[in-house]
């Protein structure tokens, strides 16, 4: 069992950045696959960004050359930096956890609120 607790949300600036975490207890974490998803009030959950345990990754258009993603294995952690934030980038981010035979752990999310 794998929980996930993130941190490094919050309100900022149009241009500014936030940096989220996720750190992972229980479970293997260095096995699992770690990203970021976001939902927005009345739309479906988007994957933001993902990375393997092998440390391959993934964007959504909208956000590359924005955003990066990041794990440290020694601290259990999936970081994602966001850069030159946007109005569309507010959201709920929820940190999710993908083990090996693809179940699916889930943190409890995070605001991020972009003023224009």
């Known amino acids: 069992q794998v929980q996930l607790v993130e941190s490094g949300g919050g309100l900022v600036q149009a241009g500014g950045s936030l940096r989220l975490s996720c750190a992972a207890s229980g479970g293997n974490f260095r096995t699992n696959t770690g990203g970021w998803y976001r939902q927005i009030p009345g739309k479906q959950r988007e994957l933001v960004a993902a990375i393997t345990r092998g440390g391959i990754t993934t964007y959504a258009d909208s956000v590359k050359g924005r955003f990066t993603i990041s794990r440290d294995d020694a601290k259990n952690t999936v970081y994602l930096q966001m850069n030159s934030l946007e109005a569309e980038d507010t959201a709920v981010y929820y940190c999710?956890?993908?083990?090996?035979?693809?179940?699916?752990?889930w943190g409890q999310g995070t605001q991020v609120t972009v003023s224009s």
């Open positions: 999710y956890n993908r083990s090996p035979l693809g179940f699916d752990y």
